[in-house]
């Protein structure tokens, strides 16, 4: 196995760093050399990575980033294999329609983090924006498929239009979650915002805090969901700590949305 | 060369196996008594491919299973990959579904598999909803206490049916004893089940029959009362014969059962330990038994 490829940011840019190259699939089969001329856009104008980061190593599988990448945007995204270490916090579009492979990142991450993703994993160690994981403006879909782990708060709308996949935060969310979701899972540790699952129309909401229901959901039981069994055994394996209480658990479940077809379903963990 | 364990004649012959369809299903329940009780509903009838459509039988109790409850694990084989799709369909739709509190996963990792979530779902009457888990779908279908989540495929390979031991006894209850004995022993191998009830069979078979309409019959050369009727493989002093039958996921399986069932089988009053062949037209598994014996020896 190759050493993996480190960059470390010299200087934050003043302007946002558009840095959709920063992918093991761009890396691959390059120098140190060529990893640095690779293009960026910074603000408006044309720049190269090696401008802004001091590269070291060839291309490889696994890219390490050191540094506050707050202001450099789309790391990882489209990627389809390998790895990336952020050891640091992460600006927009993170992972942001990636394929495969799987994103660590030991900071906060910015908006549109793992946003239409169709594959791989995105695990945060700290807190997320807005969009998780979501749809951009006039998109049919959010996230097709993959896993978001965030521990820590999440912003706005996050699952916004989920057609698959899963996103766990440990934290607190904001107003939104799972706005128009259309299939997969959003499991919420902490407490939701307003309006989740607003415009559902299959999917799963989890909420181990009592929400704020929309008036169009239905209550329909108390039941312990085999699925989750199946959900919280994989997040162990990913580090996760979950109550074995979770697992074991009743969970009340409410039908909705019934402003479309009344077929999603937000469950939450019955604490009695 | 004649051998013997503990005083009991091992036969220089061979058992003769056939290729057959395999896959391992889990079934977990919120108590190992319900996951039980469904497992061993869905391998009834199915001790034999001719008249049952199917060979079943559980192969152990698991504690690791996908959904963390107690399971218990069950091997069903069918003469081909079709059959065994609508036998599984079949047995998880009326066995399994309708059990209280069971779920039920694939056990065998294979490149081929068969729909039968996929296909269950629809019971679901459209409220059927499925998820992704680790990369694979379970369909959750709305029962009246709950749900029922069932894995969407289920992995399918080629294995071996119709691995076999003889075992040849002064009178039956001696040859009961030994039968039970070796079904303890071979019940502990992984990837084989003993389709017969209670892993033995008392009614050995031969192909082919008098009646035209009957393509298998009572294995004559084995039966005592017939001894003065026909050609007899019994030794003297033999008085009941009973076989054990085995199934496997793969011939080592088989191979390893074989050899765990022949030494717990060898108590005095065995005369004689043998296997049931059709001089190699039957089957391309051939498993004889000294050979396997030796490859016990260290």
Request: charged share 20%; net charge positive; glycine share 16%.
């Amino acid at each position: 196995m190759t050493a993996a490829t480190k960059l470390k940011l010299r200087f934050p840019p003043q302007a946002p760093l558009e840095a959709g190259v920063i992918t093991p699939d761009h890396f691959a089969g390059k120098s140190e050399a060529e990893i640095a001329r690779l293009p960026a856009v910074h603000g408006n104008e044309a720049a190269s990575l090696g401008d802004f980061f001091e590269v070291k190593g060839n291309g490889s599988s696994e890219i390490i980033l050191r540094g506050d990448l707050s202001g450099v945007k789309n790391i990882g995204a489209g990627m389809t294999h390998g790895r990336i270490l952020v050891e640091g916090c992460a600006g927009m579009h993170l992972g942001a329609g990636m394929r495969g492979g799987e994103i660590r990142a030991f900071g906060k991450v910015g908006d549109w983090a793992g946003a239409e993703m169709a594959g791989g994993k995105i695990h945060v160690r700290g807190s997320a924006g807005h969009g998780l994981g979501g749809a951009y403006r006039g998109s049919r879909y959010g996230m097709k498929r993959g896993l978001i782990i965030v521990e820590g708060d999440a912003g706005n709308e996050i699952g916004a239009a989920m057609r698959r996949g899963l996103i766990v935060v440990t934290g607190n969310t904001g107003d939104f979650v799972g706005a128009f979701m259309i299939a997969g899972s959003i499991i919420a540790f902490g407490r939701l915002g307003i309006r989740a699952g607003a415009g559902l129309l299959r999917g799963t909401i989890v909420a181990f805090q009592p929400p704020e229901l929309l008036p169009t959901y239905r209550y329909d039981c108390s039941y312990e969901p085999g699925f989750l069994k199946l959900i919280f055994r994989e997040l162990r394996s990913c580090g996760l700590s979950v109550p074995k209480s979770f697992a074991a658990g009743r969970y009340l479940r409410y039908s909705g949305d019934f402003n479309r077809t009344g077929k999603g379903e937000i469950l939450v963990y019955d604490q009695r | 060369m004649t051998r013997y364990i503990n005083g009991v004649e091992i036969e220089d012959t061979f058992a003769e196996a056939f290729g057959i369809w395999g896959a391992r299903v889990i079934i977990t329940a919120a108590h190992r008594k319900w996951a039980r009780e469904a497992a061993t509903k869905m391998t009834g009838f199915a001790t034999s491919v001719i008249g049952c459509g199917c060979e079943a039988g559980v192969e152990a109790d698991v504690q690791n299973t996908p959904d963390g409850r107690r399971g218990a694990s069950v091997l069903l084989f069918a003469p081909s990959r079709e059959m065994l799709a609508r036998q599984l369909v079949g047995r998880i739709g009326q066995c399994v579904l309708t059990c209280p509190t069971t779920a039920c996963f694939n056990g065998l990792s294979a490149e081929d598999e068969i729909s039968v979530g996929g296909r269950l779902r629809f019971f679901g009457d459209g409220f059927q909803s499925s998820k992704i888990v680790g990369g694979r779908r379970y369909w959750r279908i709305p029962v009246m206490e709950g749900e029922f989540l069932v894995e969407e495929k289920f992995g399918v390979q080629r294995a071996v049916a119709g691995g076999n031991i003889l075992i040849l006894g002064s009178d039956l209850p001696v040859a009961l004893r030994s039968a039970e004995l070796a079904v303890q022993a071979m019940r502990r191998v992984p990837r084989v089940i003993l389709p017969f009830p209670g892993g033995i069979v008392r009614s050995g078979s031969k192909v082919g029959s008098c009646y035209k309409f009957l393509t298998a019959s009572t294995n004559g050369a084995y039966c005592p009362t017939l001894r003065g009727l026909v050609a007899s493989a019994l030794p003297e002093g033999v008085n009941a014969v009973l076989e054990i039958v085995i199934d496997g996921l793969d011939p080592g399986a088989i191979e390893q059962a074989t050899r765990a069932g022949i030494s717990a089988a060898c108590i005095p009053g065995i005369r004689r330990i043998t296997a049931g062949n059709y001089g190699g037209k039957l089957g391309k598994f051939k498993f004889h038994l000294h050979k396997i014996l030796d490859e016990a020896l260290p």
